[in-house]
Nanobody
Framework: QVQLEQSGGGLVQAGGSLRLSCAAS????????MGWFRQAPGKEREFVAA????????FYADSVKGRFTISRDNAKNTVFLQMNSLKPKDTAVYYC????????????????????WGQGTQVTVSS
């Protein structure tokens, strides 16, 4: 069992930056691939970014590539999402997720890959 506790988020103006954190407790953090997803009002949850177990491989949605950076600190059992050049269309509830898998790449963009989910945190970007 893994528990995921999210922090960060909030309200920011367009062009600004925010950093989300997701701290894991329970089983060994380093055996899980980690992902970030988001869900805007009235829309389905969508993939944002993912990182493999060791942190060597990352994968991004086209909509955030070049603006968002996912990273992890296995010593601190934490995954981060640095969001720069934020746009109003980035407004959503963001969720972190942990998946017990050694795969990487596009496989990590699928919600079914993940076994555990954080509680969600609101990110609002004003124009």
């Amino acid at each position: 069992q893994v528990q995921l506790e999210q922090s960060g988020g909030g309200l920011v103006q367009a062009g600004g930056s925010l950093r989300l954190s997701c701290a894991a407790s329970g089983r060994t953090f380093s055996i899980y691939a980690m992902g970030w997803f988001r869900q805007a009002p009235g829309k389905e949850r969508e993939f944002v970014a993912a990182i493999g177990r060791s942190g060597a491989s990352t994968f991004y949605a086209d909509s955030v590539k070049g603006r968002f950076t996912i990273s992890r600190d296995n010593a601190k059992n934490t995954v981060f999402l640095q969001m720069n050049s934020l746009k109003p269309k980035d407004t959503a509830v963001y969720y972190c997720a942990a998946g017990y898998t050694s795969y990487s790449g596009s496989y990590l963009s699928q919600m079914s890959t993940y076994d555990y989910w954080g509680q969600g945190t609101q990110v609002t970007v004003s124009s």
